[in-house]
């Protein structure tokens, strides 16, 4: 059994493979993530990035290695295993209560929002701190203002999602992931379905939190400017693997690989 | 036609529209439970609870409410060696079990309309799934059922008048007694009364449901304009029936 | 009280297949009359004046919010009292379930109507084409498709009510098993127990078979 210690990476895929029916989107994956490194994934549609982030939430499995007896094939976070427990000496695939316990440490930003529209905005931040981390009313709602505060939207606690602009709704859903406190915060394209007006106020609140927490965060965006200013480190996927990684700056000033410079002039031109 | 013997007659109406309310209020009230207990185990990912839910629904609905009706109250009671003593009691029964049947269809279609992503997040911020059913899922999903159940708890309301044909006096029952008694003929008023005595319950159920969908939208944000008029789903439509606003 | 006696439902058996049979006979007259009279009123509801068309859509909603059981004791008595004794139940019966369901599949083809677009109304109407090729040729073949399953559907439901016409004395099952009874003082739980079978066997291929329709309609690309 490993020990975590505080200079082992916080994610670490070994040999991850994910197949969806005959489509294998990651193949034999490794990588690994430091705590409070900001890591942004680029790579075409397809490339397997937001299936890493998918996997990190536990909304999709690892697929089993077909060789019953090939080794790895597991995700790790904070040098535990994490798409597996472990039972009589061996890893098995995780059961739900295992993953109740093991993604309290992750919180996650979708492309759609996906707040709740049944609830108004203080709730969608409150609630699961109560029902989940078992936090108490008072204590949940100052969290929660706190956090609607910082993310600009003091004025909307009262508000339901559906009065909101797709920009605010996406800030309140920022608040939400945080009031859980993870550790590891996923950004799944979070500004590709908000109107151009108001990317930036959602990018902004993005860059206070990078600049002002030490959460590790993997990025999925195709907003280079903000990856360039947010990240430590930039990896290119295509095909369910790395084709290359690196600064931000060395990888959209001198991309080495030929997949990486047609991509980059694709979606810069944009 | 004797329109003061309809008036005089008025008096004896009383006990039975009770009746008529009872039996539609009691059954629709068994039928929000089972339609909501199948619906949910009809939802389930679990082929063992699934299963026996999905027979049972195909079973009831297979069939007629009628003669549901008659072998609940007469065939049931023999084949298990009980009694009821009142058969409006089989009659509750009858029909709540039916349009329950029906109406589980309804939410289950509405479960099954609440986006991936609601579940997705709600996985995001580690629900149980008893939270995500209850924080979640049903608060998203009930306004969504409620147009169908509206025309589910009016058909309800006329299923009703099958009750007089078991011999419970509901004013159905009621209105071919009196109406009989002085041969055919005075029957006539007695039925066109009760018609509109069953228009006017009708309404009323549909003026209450309308308001209590406006009341559920507004509790999840939504416009709570509504479409003046709306095409009834059929009941066989299963789940796209949930989709009764046109 | 009578036990379930298996020979009982040997005996009782012809006369619930007889009433069966007249459901089925009912279910046919009654299913022609939802389904053209319903399409008729659809029509209307779009061609003819708006004092006609509020007349047949107060009418229609009336018996769609009333119990069909009292429409039918209603109609029988008066048709009999008033126009001609001997018309038969069956006739009578038939033609009042065809309406009560008739308020039904008007909803479904008015439904089909609205949702043909907007502009299909007006490309018919760029190419100035006769009102009956407005109908036959555009809207109709479009709304057919949208309100066939629903239609349908309707008329799978008419069917399972066909026993309420028992209350004016047509023979169909549950009439059957209470004449049965009367004669051999046993042979009404067996009759009913029947009857819903024979209702499950003969509506579920019918209903499987709407569903696969629906999915049919659903996908076909016009």
Same mark, same amino acid.
């Given at each position: ?55 990190? $939430? ?82 949940? &709602? ?37 009031? $859980? ?42 907003? $280079? ?18 084709? &290359? ?8 000033? &001198? ?16 | ?85 009142? %058969? ?67 058909? %309800? ?90 | ?35 053209? +009279? ?30 069909? +059981? ?153």
């Amino acid at each position: 059994m490993q020990n975590p210690t505080s200079d082992q990476p916080i994610i670490r895929f070994d040999r991850v493979d994910k197949r969806f029916g005959d489509l294998l989107v990651l193949d034999k994956l490794n990588f690994q993530v430091d705590p409070g490194e900001r890591v942004t994934l680029i790579g075409p549609s397809g490339s397997g990035k937001t299936t890493i982030l998918r996997l990190l $939430m536990t909304l999709e499995k690892v697929t089993p290695a077909q060789d019953p007896a090939a080794e790895g094939g597991v995700i790790y976070v904070e040098g535990r295993p994490y798409s597996h427990m472990e039972k009589g000496g061996r890893l098995v695939v995780a059961n739900e209560r295992y993953l109740r316990q093991a993604r309290q440490k992750v919180g996650m930003v979708f492309q759609q929002f996906n707040l709740f529209p049944n609830m108004n905005v203080l709730r969608n931040v409150t609630e699961a701190q109560v029902h989940t981390l078992k936090r108490g009313k008072d204590e949940a &709602e100052s969290k929660a203002k706190e956090l609607l505060d910082l993310v600009g939207l003091s004025d909307r606690i009262d508000h339901y999602p559906s009065q909101l602009s797709g920009g605010q709704q996406q800030r309140v859903a920022i608040a939400r992931a945080l009031a $859980m406190d993870p550790d590891i915060l996923l950004l799944d394209e979070v500004t590709s379905a908000l109107d151009p007006e108001l990317v930036n106020d959602v990018l902004g609140v993005l860059r206070d939190i990078a600049d002002t927490t030490s959460i590790t965060m993997l990025i999925v965006t195709h907003e $280079m400017g903000f990856a360039r200013d947010v990240s430590n480190r930039v990896m290119m996927f295509d095909n369910g693997q790395i084709v &290359e990684q690196g600064p931000p700056e060395a990888m959209f000033s &001198e991309p080495q690989e030929a997949r990486t410079q047609d991509f980059l002039r694709a979606v810069l031109a944009e | 036609m004797d329109f003061q013997a309809v008036i005089d007659s008025l008096p004896r109406y009383a006990e039975p529209l009770l009746v008529t309310i009872t039996v539609t209020v009691a059954s629709a009230a068994l039928a929000l439970l089972v339609a909501f207990a199948l619906g949910l185990m009809t939802s389930s990912k679990h082929l063992a609870v699934r299963t026996p839910a999905r027979v049972f629904v195909e079973f009831i609905r297979g069939s007629s409410v009628v003669v549901q009706l008659f072998w609940f109250a007469f065939a049931m009671p023999v084949i298990l060696g009980i009694q009821f003593d009142y %058969l409006i009691l089989a009659g509750i029964i009858a029909l709540g079990l039916n349009y329950g049947a029906y109406s589980s269809e309804v939410v289950r279609g509405a479960i099954a309309a609440v986006p991936k992503g609601q579940l997705e997040a709600s996985l995001a911020v580690n629900f149980t799934p008893f939270q995500r059913l209850r924080l979640v899922v049903l608060p998203q999903a009930w306004p969504e059922m409620i147009p169908s159940l509206s025309s589910f708890a009016i058909m %309800l309301l006329k299923a009703s008048a099958l009750v007089s044909l078991i011999g419970v006096f509901d004013i159905t029952g009621i209105a071919r007694i009196i109406g009989g008694a002085n041969g055919g003929a005075n029957q006539l008023p007695h039925l066109a009364l009760i018609l509109v005595v069953y228009f006017v319950l009708a309404w009323l159920i549909w003026t209450g449901m309308r308001a209590l969908e406006r009341k559920a939208k507004r509790g999840v944000g939504i416009n709570t304009r509504l479409p003046k008029t709306r095409a009834v789903a059929p009941p066989e439509e299963g789940a796209n029936a949930a989709g009764g606003v046109l | 009280m009578n036990e379930w006696n298996n020979e009982t439902v040997i005996e009782v058996f012809p006369a619930i297949w007889d009433g069966f049979i007249v459901v089925l006979q009912v279910t046919l007259v009654a299913g022609l009359i939802a389904v053209l +009279l319903g399409l008729l009123v659809a029509i209307g509801e779009r061609t003819g004046p708006a004092w006609l068309k509020r007349v047949v859509s107060g009418f229609f909603q009336f018996v769609r919010n009333t119990p069909l +059981l009292v429409q039918l004791l209603f109609v029988w008595t008066a048709t009999s009292l008033y126009i001609n004794p001997d018309w038969s139940a069956f006739i009578v019966g038939s033609a009042v379930l065809g309406v009560h369901y008739a308020s039904y599949t008007s909803e479904s083809y008015r439904a089909g109507i609205e949702a043909i677009p907007k502009g299909q109304w007006e490309a018919a109407t760029a190419l100035s084409l006769p009102t009956h090729r407005v109908w036959g040729a555009v809207v109709l073949p479009q709304m057919m498709r949208r309100s066939t399953a629903a239609v349908a559907n309707w008329v799978i439901a008419m069917f399972k009510e066909v026993p309420t016409l028992f209350a004016i004395g047509v023979l169909e099952m549950i009439a059957q098993a209470q004449k049965f009874q009367g004669q051999h003082y046993t042979g009404a739980v067996e009759g009913y127990t029947i009857a819903g079978i024979l209702f499950l066997a003969a509506s579920y291929p019918v209903a499987v078979a709407a569903r696969r329709l629906e999915n049919r309609l659903a996908k076909s690309h016009f």
